[in-house]
């Protein structure tokens, strides 16, 4: 999705209209219909503004816009999203019928390198990340976000798969498709993302 297409997506989720949108951000109505037109790019600043709006971080619109906080259910995943964008984690487990990772199977790893530079005290012992086992306390708050987690990382393998199930083909359904399984990987993160219940 391009920018316009995340601004106009996340308004539109949040039932604002364009007017609305620009009393909440401060921002000028006829910049919130070009931006979402694509016929100017909002600047930093203005990002940050659209992004509070939108209830979502900054990091939705830019990724060199990450604040480091963790205040909303949103927040969380937006982190878990950039670590396992940036091949910092992966999550391995055994996939039912529909590709989704069980929950009772799942497991987050740590990618290698960073791992060797983690450790953990428990009970005055020291652990490497390699040692430390760690379990998921599902309860009323986290197994909503794990599952939410869990399918989109179920999208983000569908993707995958099919992206090398057709290799250098470049006839239109293939393309076609896959810009289907992106368009829903990028919905539903903007859809999580933009969860501001309290942790």
């Known amino acids: 999705m391009t920018l316009g297409e995340k601004i106009r997506y996340l308004r539109l989720r949040l039932g604002l209209s364009q007017d609305k949108l620009s009393k909440i951000s401060n921002i000028h109505i006829l910049s919130i219909k070009n931006y979402e ?17 939108l209830s979502v971080n900054p990091y939705v619109f830019d990724s060199s816009l990450f604040q480091f906080k963790l205040e909303t259910l949103g927040d969380y995943y937006s982190f ?35 791992a060797s530079f983690i450790s953990f005290t428990v009970n005055k012992r ?24 869990l399918i989109w ?34 919905k539903f993160e903007l859809d999580i993302q933009q969860n501001s219940n309290s942790v």
């Open 126 to 149: 020291d652990y490497t990340f390699d040692e430390l086992s760690l379990h998921l306390n599902l309860n009323e708050n986290t197994s909503e976000f794990i599952n939410n987690i």
């Open 153 to 186: 990382e179920m999208l983000n393998y569908r993707y995958n798969k099919f992206s090398d199930f057709i290799g250098e083909r470049n006839d239109d359904n293939s393309i076609n498709t896959l810009n289907y399984l992106l368009e829903q990987i990028e």
């Open 80 to 114: 878990f999203i950039l670590l396992y964008q940036n091949k910092i984690i992966s999550f391995e487990g055994i996939r039912d019928n529909e590709d989704k990772l069980d929950s009772n199977s799942v497991s987050i790893t740590l990618e290698p390198s960073i």
């Open 37 to 53: 037109r694509e016929k100017s790019t909002p600047q930093p600043i203005q990002l940050i503004k659209l992004a509070k709006a």
